[in-house]
């Protein structure tokens, strides 16, 4: 079973920027797709972004396109979502999740294998 763990949340003043981090436990890591989802009160988990396994193809949803850069290093078994431009609507819990098909951008949650348990973002107006 795969662990993965979310920090680096926060609270921040729109426009500002935050950098999350999630780490994945195993030894297969390189191999997954990897993905971003949030889920503010009261609606339902959304897609954010998500990256393959090499050559690390990356898609992200219409409204964060352009603000935030999904990335990865799989010699530290993480993936990393740089938030910047950050506004009110932005605020959510994020949750990493990973999929064993590491070649499919996979933008449903249905998708993906493993999640973690979530990093709060709250970005004031």
């Known amino acids: 079973q795969v662990q993965l763990v979310e920090s680096g949340g926060g609270l921040v003043q729109a426009g500002n920027s935050l950098r999350l981090f999630c780490v994945a436990s195993?030894?297969?890591?390189?191999?997954?797709?990897m993905g971003w989802f949030r889920q503010a009160p009261g609606k339902e988990r959304e897609f954010v972004a998500a990256?393959?396994?090499?050559?690390?193809?990356?898609d992200y949803a219409d409204s964060v396109k352009g603000r935030f850069t999904i990335s990865r290093d799989n010699a530290k078994n993480t993936v990393y979502l740089q938030m910047n431009s950050l506004k009110p609507e932005d605020t959510a819990v994020y949750y990493c999740?990973?999929?064993?098909?590491?070649?499919?951008?996979?933008?449903?949650?249905?998708?993906?294998?493993?999640w973690g348990q979530g990093t709060q973002v709250t970005v004031s107006s």
């Open positions: 999740a990973a999929s064993k098909d590491g070649l499919q951008i996979g933008v449903y949650s249905y998708k993906y294998d493993y």
């Open positions: 195993g030894r297969t890591f390189s191999s997954y797709a």
């Open positions: 990256i393959t396994r090499r050559p690390m193809h990356t």
